[in-house]
């Protein structure tokens, strides 16, 4: 017999965030619940399930709710930020404890890994994310807790394969814990794969609008780990506030709507730049040349994102101008809006970065991808 209910995909999941109904006011927009604190009844019993904002808040919890069913978790957890979320989790690792990660990422994180070894005792070990054989060798049975991953890299893009990483993270009892930011779970799913924890920073696509910032913990299962990590939540203050989290709600709606129309046009970008001559190399896993794109192609199921890097001829200098020479893309850093953003991200990342001087990062967004083409064309005729 037929199901006569059939569930929803996630697509539409999103779309009406998860068929919310307000059952007072019939409304189809959740309400936001400011409160800071919530009242007790006559025998000092609370009336409802909230005590305080710190806590928790109706508002967080749906936008919580929404984002563990698009990443097939059974909860998650939004932070202030996307490095508030990091934090936590890293203050759960133990002193003598390893860790294990990219040497090429999102730098504000390997600045905090560092940080954390340097001073509480916690050893760090980075593998080349180019070289599918130097994670493995690092992780150490019984000492390693946690082998952090991006994927795709930020800034070169390659692609890691999780199921493998997963494996290999544990055998040696160690958590395997991925940053998903350039692949929200519109493509890729890393908790289906093997992860134990996903994270976003969901100021990226997951908001999509460059008016939010937010982090995001999602967990396969509930534990003693999970139950630490909001205990850390409660006494850092670190819970993302309700109108954040009521805007972080509004743009998971439109979430694949958007990052459809960002991966076709990263796509157009680097196929039209791949042979330019004056691009030394485009740096995108949705190009049968880039190194990662058979793992790519079968870890990113919908669409290969909007980030991509080009590699000009010449160094920091040209790099720059080419840059600030683009009128329609933005020179700022950040990803995943609806606007297009430029950046020379060895100035940003500073001069310890491993990040080539020649690298321009790409924010792709959802104008005309005829109109940036043409914006990155005339930039790099002026030099």
Partial sequence: MANQDPRPGP???????????????????PPIHLATTFARDESYELMGDYVYQRYTSPTLELSEA???????????MLFGSGMAGIVALMETVETGRHIVAPQVMYHGTLDWLRRISAKRGI???????ADPDSLKPLIRKGETAVVWLESPVNPTWEVIDIALAGEAAHAAGAI?????????????????????????????????????????????????????????RKLMGSALGPFEAWLLLRGLKTLYLRFETISDNALKIARHFERHPK????????????????????????????????????????????????????????????????????????????????LIRLSVG?????????????ALEAI
């Avoid at 050893?123 to 994310?129: I, K, N, R, T, Y």
């Avoid at 976003?200 to 509930?222: I, R």
């Avoid at 933005?330 to 310890?352: C, Q």
């Avoid at 959802?366 to 005339?378: C, G, K, Q, V």
């Fill in 11 to 29: 697509r539409s999941r999103a779309a009406q965030a998860a068929h919310f109904i307000d059952k007072t006011t019939g409304a189809v927009v």
């Fill in 66 to 76: 929404v984002l563990a069913e698009l990443d097939g978790g059974v909860d998650a």
């Fill in 123 to 129: 050893g760090l070990d980075l593998f080349d994310p």
């Fill in 176 to 232: 395997l814990a991925v940053d998903s930011t350039c692949a929200p779970p519109v493509t890729t799913r890393p908790l289906e794969l093997g992860a134990d924890i996903v994270f976003h920073s969901a100021t990226k696509y997951l908001n999509g609008h460059s008016d939010v910032s937010a982090g995001a913990l999602v967990t396969w299962e509930k534990g003693p780990l999970w139950e630490e990590l909001a205990t850390i």
């Fill in 279 to 358: 691009i030394e190399a485009v740096l995108y896993p949705g190009l049968e040349s880039h190194a990662s794109h058979e793992i790519a192609k079968r870890q990113m199921t919908d669409g290969f994102g909007g980030m991509l890097s080009l590699c000009i001829n010449g160094g920091a200098e040209e790099a720059r101008r080419v840059v600030t020479g683009l009128r329609l893309f933005v020179a700022a850093t950040s990803l995943g809006g609806v606007e297009s953003l430029a950046e020379h991200r060895k100035s940003v990342e500073g001069p310890e970065s491993l990040v080539p001087d020649n």
């Fill in 366 to 378: 959802i104008e005309d991808a005829n109109d940036l083409i043409e914006d990155l064309d005339r």
